[in-house]
């Protein structure tokens, strides 16, 4: 597709469960990043790739969160024994360039609910 | 933590009027960029500016960087129910990691 996707687009877990959220960014793009975005709140940055690289990680919240990008495309946002103040929207953007003031491309978000 | 904060936080008028939003923060950004978003989906760029001063138009929509690269603002002019979202400021703080800090966002709705 031209556009980054994500998936699932919504997840319901129960507190404790593990979960993986896809990223697939547009075909070529160096950077990958993750952010969470709270209800009624703007999104707070988690996690960077460029290529396979996971250049910046100061984001994630806990030793619960873990992301991973082998092969430089796909990306998978692990959340292990999720909580309820886990509940937000995952964010993945993708961009095409390595430095720079380059334009992020937002997918349309994985709604994770915990109960 | 998030270092800009948005005001107002939500915004209701009436279609034709003109409005302001302001991003403000302490620390200096290398750029800062303005999205919007509709519900269930991701931010979408509307523009991004560099230097500190610097004036964009976008059709009705006009975006301001303050000289000292701290603050931002949009100002739309005759807004339209089309216009009805969540505006989002982001600031890059070090050239060269691309991470956004975004704002608290303004939520806008425009009534016919």
């Known amino acids: 597709g031209a556009g980054v996707s994500q998936s699932p687009r919504y997840k319901v877990a129960k507190r404790g469960q593990d979960v993986a959220l896809r990223c697939d960014p547009i075909s070529g793009h160096v950077s990958l990043f993750w952010y969470q975005q709270a209800l009624g709140q703007g999104p707070e940055f988690l996690t960077y790739f460029q290529n396979e690289a996971q250049l910046d990680k100061s984001g994630l919240p806990s030793d619960r969160f873990f992301a991973e990008r082998p092969e430089g495309s796909v990306s998978t946002l692990k959340i292990q024994r999720t909580q309820q103040e886990d509940s937000a929207v995952y964010l993945c953007?993708?961009?095409?360039?390595?430095?720079?003031?380059?334009?992020?491309?937002f997918g349309p978000g994985t709604r994770l609910l915990v109960l | 933590t998030q270092l800009l904060e948005q005001s107002p936080q939500f915004l209701s008028i009436q279609e034709g009027e003109n409005l302001t939003v302001y991003c403000n923060s302490s620390s200096v950004f290398s750029s800062l960029q303005w999205y919007r978003q509709e519900p269930g989906e991701g931010p979408v760029l509307l523009v991004t500016?560099?230097?500190?001063?610097e004036v964009k138009k976008l059709k009705r929509l006009t975006f301001q960087f303050g000289d000292a690269r701290k603050d931002s603002s949009l100002h739309i002019t005759a807004a339209q129910p089309g216009d009805t979202g969540l505006y989002l400021c982001a600031g890059v703080v070090n050239f060269g990691n691309e991470k956004l800090t975004f704002g608290t966002g303004t939520r806008l709705t425009i009534i016919p």
């Open positions: 500016v560099v230097t500190g001063g």
């Open positions: 953007a993708s961009s095409g360039f390595r430095t720079g003031v380059e334009t992020q491309y």
